[in-house]
C-alpha cells in the first residue's frame, strides 16, 4: 500500500476518500439509531481526514459523496435524489471546511518540508563543518555529535560517542586546562550552560590515558531555553586549536631557548670581565659556579682539580654541596666517577639518569646528594687537562647542545684563565726572585757582621720560596748547631731550637748532604726512611735543605720546613740553589771577616 502511495500519490488520496466515506457510511448504517440525530457526525471524520491526508480534491469528494449518502439514505430514503437549499448549505458548509482543512493541511506540508529541508540541510553542514558541536539535553546526556566533535574525544565516529555513557568519554582522558591543571567537570561550559550561564568558554586539554598526542579545543556552550526561561538543554562548539597549540609551544619553546643562550652568552662576557680585571683565580672558580647554578638552574656545580698523583681530583670549588666539602673532597678518577669518565673520553659527558648509568660508577659525592642528571667537560691544562667542570640536577632532565657549549666555554675561559695565572705567577715569582738576589746581594755587600747576614739571608728566603719555618745551621767539628730562625714562633718551639744540635755523621740526612755535597729534598717525611723523628720536629712534614759548602767542606746547613706534606718540589730545589749559593759565599765573607777581626784584636 506504501508503495502504490508513493507511486501513485493522487490516485491513493482518492481512492482513501472514497474508501474512508464508505467506511463511516458503513458504520452510521450500524450505528443508525445512534447517529440518526446527526447523520453527519461520523461522515464529517471521513470528510477530514481526506481533507487531512489528500487536500483539498479528495477532501471535495468526500463531502459530495457523504451528502449524497446522507439525502439518501437517512434523511430522504427511498427517493430519487432531491437537492434543496439546505442541501446546498450542507454542501457549502463541508467544503468550506474542506477548503480550510485543505489550507492548513496544505500549509503544515509546507512547513514540514521546509523543516525537513533544513533539518537536512543542517545536519550536512554539522557533520561536514570542521568545529565540533554536541547538544546534551538537561541530564548531561548526549543527545546529538558530529564526526569532529567524536574525533577530538578519541572516537572513531559520532554513533560511538553517542552510544558511550559520559563516565566512559571522560575515562578516555585526563581532562586539563591550559596550564595543565585538571579541569573540573562541574565547570565544563555545557554544564555552566545548563545551570543559565549564557555563553560560557573555556580551553580545554585531552591528555590520552592510551598515550595518544593530546589535543586541544576551545569550547564555547549556550543554553537552549523551554517556555518557562528554563535550560532544557545545552549546545557547545568545539574549535580544535591543537596545531595552534602547538605552534604556539614551538614558538615558546624557541623563544626560551633563544633567552637560555642569550642568558649564558651573558653570563660567559661577564665572567670573561671580571677574570680580566685580575680577580684571584679561586674566586674566580667560586664565581663561575654560582653563575652556573644561576644560569642553568642547577642545584650543583663543581671544579675539580686533577692532583699531581693522576688518582684523584680535588673540589676546588663548588655549590650546593654539604658544608666542609669544598676545599677536602676528592673524587676518583678512571671510571669510578663521572668526572674521570671525562677525562678518560676527552669529550663532554653526558647524564640523563645516574641510577641507569652503565659507562661508569656514580661516585659517592653524587649519590649522597642525590644527583639524577648532569654533564661534565674538561678544563684544558698546559701539558693536559687540569681538571673537570660540572654541573647536576636532582631530577632527570635533557641537556641542549647550548647548554653543553655553555659549559665548555666557562671551563675554557677557567683554563685560560689557569694559564695565564701560571705564567703571570711564574713571572711575578722571577721577578720575586731576582729582586731577593739583588736585595740580599746589597745587604750582604753592606755588612760583614755574620749575625746580620743570617738574618738577612732567612728574611729574604721567604721571598724566594714559601716555607713555614727556615733555619741556619753552623757546623763546627761534627756537630750541627742552629744559628738563626724564623717561623718557629707559630709552631711553638721557640724555646727548643736553641738546644737542637746534631752530629752530621749520626744524622742520615746532614750525613748524606756532607758526603754529596748536593741538596735534600724529602717531599714528604712520613715516607722517607732515612727520616729522623725527634718529639721537637713531628709538626714536619715536607722539607729541603742545602750544604753550605766552602772550600770543598761543609759550614752549614740551610733549612726549610712545611707544615703540608709534598708541599716541597724538584722545581724548589731549583729556585732556591742560586740563593744558597749567594747565602754560602756571605757566610764565608762573614766569618773570614770575623775571624780577622779576632786576630787583629788579639
Given at each position: 500500500?506504501?508503495?502504490?502511495?508513493?507511486?501513485?500519490?493522487?490516485?491513493?488520496?482518492?481512492?482513501?476518500?472514497?474508501?474512508?466515506?464508505?467506511?463511516?457510511?458503513?458504520?452510521?448504517?450500524?450505528?443508525?439509531?445512534?447517529?440518526?440525530?446527526?447523520?453527519?457526525?461520523?461522515?464529517?471524520?471521513?470528510?477530514?481526514?481526506?481533507?487531512?491526508?489528500?487536500?483539498?480534491?479528495?477532501?471535495?469528494?468526500?463531502?459530495?459523496?457523504?451528502?449524497?449518502?446522507?439525502?439518501?439514505?437517512?434523511?430522504?430514503?427511498?427517493?430519487?435524489?432531491?437537492?434543496?437549499?439546505?442541501?446546498?448549505?450542507?454542501?457549502?458548509?463541508?467544503?468550506?471546511?474542506?477548503?480550510?482543512?485543505?489550507?492548513?493541511?496544505?500549509?503544515?506540508?509546507?512547513?514540514?518540508?521546509?523543516?525537513?529541508?533544513?533539518?537536512?540541510?543542517?545536519?550536512?553542514?554539522l557533520r561536514e563543518m570542521a568545529n565540533?558541536?554536541?547538544?546534551?539535553?538537561?541530564?548531561?546526556?548526549?543527545?546529538?555529535?558530529?564526526?569532529?566533535?567524536?574525533?577530538?574525544?578519541?572516537?572513531?565516529?559520532?554513533?560511538?560517542?553517542?552510544?558511550?555513557?559520559?563516565?566512559?568519554?571522560?575515562?578516555?582522558?585526563?581532562?586539563?586546562?591550559?596550564?595543565?591543571?585538571?579541569?573540573?567537570?562541574?565547570?565544563?561550559?555545557?554544564?555552566?550552560?545548563?545551570?543559565?550561564?549564557?555563553?560560557?568558554?573555556?580551553?580545554?586539554?585531552?591528555?590520552?590515558?592510551?598515550?595518544?598526542?593530546?589535543?586541544?579545543?576551545?569550547?564555547?556552550?549556550?543554553?537552549?531555553?523551554?517556555?518557562?526561561?528554563?535550560?532544557?538543554s545545552a549546545i557547545s562548539l568545539f574549535?580544535?586549536?591543537?596545531?595552534?597549540?602547538?605552534?604556539?609551544?614551538?614558538?615558546?619553546?624557541?623563544?626560551?631557548?633563544?633567552?637560555?643562550?642569550?642568558?649564558?652568552?651573558?653570563?660567559?662576557?661577564?665572567?670573561?670581565?671580571?677574570?680580566?680585571?685580575?680577580?684571584?683565580?679561586?674566586?674566580?672558580?667560586?664565581?663561575?659556579?654560582?653563575?652556573?647554578?644561576?644560569?642553568?638552574?642547577?642545584?650543583?656545580?663543581?671544579?675539580?682539580?686533577?692532583?699531581?698523583?693522576?688518582?684523584?681530583?680535588?673540589?676546588?670549588?663548588?655549590?650546593?654541596?654539604?658544608?666542609?666539602?669544598?676545599?677536602?673532597?676528592?673524587?676518583?678518577?678512571?671510571?669510578?666517577?663521572?668526572?674521570?669518565?671525562?677525562?678518560?673520553?676527552?669529550?663532554?659527558?653526558?647524564?640523563?639518569?645516574?641510577?641507569?648509568?652503565?659507562?661508569f660508577n656514580g661516585p659517592s659525592l653524587?649519590?649522597?646528594?642525590?644527583?639524577?642528571?648532569?654533564?661534565?667537560?674538561?678544563?684544558?691544562?698546559?701539558?693536559?687537562?687540569?681538571?673537570?667542570?660540572?654541573?647536576?640536577?636532582?631530577?632527570?632532565?635533557?641537556?641542549?647542545?647550548?647548554?653543553?657549549?655553555?659549559?665548555?666555554?666557562?671551563?675554557?675561559?677557567?683554563?685560560?684563565?689557569?694559564?695565564?695565572?701560571?705564567?703571570?705567577?711564574?713571572?711575578?715569582?722571577?721577578?720575586?726572585?731576582?729582586?731577593?738576589?739583588?736585595?740580599?746581594?746589597?745587604?750582604?755587600?753592606?755588612?760583614?757582621?755574620?749575625?746580620?747576614?743570617?738574618?738577612?739571608?732567612?728574611?729574604?728566603?721567604?721571598?724566594?720560596?714559601?716555607?713555614?719555618?727556615?733555619?741556619?745551621?753552623?757546623?763546627?767539628?761534627?756537630?750541627?748547631?742552629?744559628?738563626?730562625?724564623?717561623?718557629?714562633?707559630?709552631?711553638?718551639?721557640?724555646?727548643?731550637?736553641?738546644?737542637?744540635?746534631?752530629?752530621?755523621?749520626?744524622?742520615?740526612?746532614?750525613?748524606?748532604?756532607?758526603?754529596?755535597?748536593?741538596?735534600?729534598?724529602?717531599?714528604?717525611?712520613?715516607?722517607?726512611?732515612?727520616?729522623?723523628?725527634?718529639?721537637?720536629?713531628?709538626?714536619?712534614?715536607?722539607?729541603?735543605?742545602?750544604?753550605?759548602?766552602?772550600?770543598?767542606?761543609?759550614?752549614?746547613?740551610?733549612?726549610?720546613?712545611?707544615?703540608?706534606?709534598?708541599?716541597?718540589?724538584?722545581?724548589?730545589?731549583?729556585?732556591?740553589?742560586?740563593?744558597?749559593?749567594?747565602?754560602?759565599?756571605?757566610?764565608?765573607?762573614?766569618?773570614?771577616?770575623?775571624?780577622?777581626?779576632?786576630?787583629?784584636?788579639?
Open positions: 500500500m506504501t508503495g502504490f502511495y508513493r507511486k501513485f500519490p493522487v490516485l491513493a488520496a482518492y481512492g482513501f476518500a472514497v474508501t474512508a466515506v464508505a467506511i463511516t457510511l458503513i458504520l452510521s448504517l450500524l450505528l443508525a439509531k445512534v447517529v440518526e440525530p446527526y447523520p453527519f457526525l461520523l461522515l464529517f471524520v471521513a470528510i477530514t481526514l481526506s481533507a487531512w491526508v489528500g487536500g483539498f480534491g479528495p477532501g471535495f469528494l468526500a463531502s459530495v459523496l457523504s451528502i449524497l449518502a446522507v439525502n439518501q439514505l437517512f434523511l430522504y430514503p427511498a427517493q430519487t435524489p432531491n437537492v434543496e437549499m439546505i442541501d446546498l448549505t450542507r454542501i457549502a458548509v463541508f467544503i468550506l471546511s474542506v477548503t480550510l482543512l485543505s489550507l492548513i493541511r496544505r500549509r503544515q506540508q509546507r512547513t514540514m518540508a521546509a523543516l525537513r529541508q533544513s533539518y537536512d540541510q543542517l545536519s550536512i553542514y565540533g558541536v554536541i547538544v546534551q539535553d538537561k541530564k548531561g546526556k548526549l543527545v546529538y555529535s558530529n564526526y569532529e566533535a567524536a574525533k577530538l574525544m578519541g572516537f572513531v565516529s559520532a554513533e560511538a560517542l553517542m552510544g558511550a555513557p559520559m563516565d566512559q568519554v571522560l575515562a578516555k582522558f585526563d581532562l586539563l586546562d591550559e596550564f595543565g591543571d585538571p579541569f573540573p567537570y562541574g565547570s565544563l561550559p555545557a554544564r555552566l550552560a545548563l545551570l543559565g550561564m549564557r555563553y560560557p568558554e573555556a580551553i580545554l586539554r585531552y591528555r590520552f590515558k592510551d598515550g595518544g598526542k593530546d589535543r586541544w579545543s576551545y569550547v564555547k556552550a549556550r543554553p537552549l531555553f523551554d517556555a518557562k526561561g528554563e535550560a532544557q574549535l580544535d586549536i591543537t596545531e595552534l597549540k602547538e605552534t604556539q609551544q614551538a614558538l615558546t619553546e624557541q623563544r626560551e631557548q633563544l633567552n637560555a643562550r642569550v642568558r649564558q652568552q651573558e653570563t660567559v662576557a661577564n665572567l670573561g670581565l671580571l677574570a680580566l680585571s685580575g680577580i684571584e683565580l679561586t674566586a674566580l672558580m667560586q664565581k663561575s659556579v654560582e653563575q652556573i647554578t644561576q644560569t642553568l638552574d642547577f642545584p650543583y656545580a663543581k671544579v675539580l682539580e686533577l692532583q699531581p698523583d693522576g688518582q684523584s681530583l680535588l673540589l676546588r670549588a663548588g655549590v650546593g654541596w654539604k658544608e666542609g666539602l669544598v676545599g677536602s673532597a676528592m673524587v676518583d678518577t678512571g671510571k669510578n666517577s663521572q668526572a674521570g669518565y671525562t677525562l678518560l673520553s676527552n669529550e663532554p659527558v653526558i647524564v640523563e639518569d645516574l641510577t641507569a648509568e652503565t659507562r653524587l649519590r649522597e646528594h642525590g644527583v639524577v642528571s648532569g654533564m661534565s667537560v674538561i678544563i684544558a691544562g698546559d701539558h693536559g687537562p687540569w681538571g673537570v667542570l660540572g654541573a647536576h640536577t636532582r631530577e632527570k632532565r635533557i641537556f641542549t647542545k647550548d647548554d653543553v657549549h655553555f659549559l665548555q666555554a666557562i671551563a675554557n675561559l677557567l683554563a685560560s684563565s689557569i694559564s695565564r695565572e701560571r705564567i703571570e705567577r711564574a713571572e711575578r715569582e722571577q721577578r720575586i726572585f731576582a729582586e731577593a738576589l739583588r736585595d740580599t746581594a746589597e745587604a750582604l755587600s753592606n755588612s760583614l757582621d755574620l749575625g746580620q747576614v743570617l738574618d738577612c739571608i732567612l728574611e729574604n728566603t721567604g721571598r724566594v720560596i714559601a716555607h713555614d719555618a727556615a733555619d741556619i745551621m753552623l757546623v763546627n767539628g761534627d756537630t750541627a748547631r742552629v744559628a738563626r730562625y724564623r717561623g718557629y714562633d707559630e709552631i711553638k718551639i721557640k724555646e727548643s731550637i736553641p738546644q737542637l744540635e746534631f752530629s752530621v755523621e749520626r744524622t742520615p740526612t746532614l750525613k748524606e748532604m756532607a758526603t754529596t755535597g748536593h741538596p735534600l729534598l724529602v717531599p714528604n717525611t712520613s715516607s722517607y726512611s732515612g727520616w729522623l723523628k725527634i718529639p721537637e720536629m713531628e709538626w714536619l712534614r715536607s722539607y729541603i735543605s742545602f750544604p753550605l759548602i766552602i772550600n770543598g767542606k761543609v759550614k752549614g746547613f740551610l733549612n726549610l720546613s712545611s707544615v703540608t706534606a709534598d708541599f716541597f718540589t724538584a722545581q724548589s730545589v731549583v729556585r732556591l740553589q742560586p740563593f744558597a749559593t749567594q747565602a754560602t759565599i756571605a757566610i764565608h765573607n762573614a766569618q773570614l771577616y770575623s775571624e780577622a777581626r779576632g786576630t787583629a784584636e788579639s
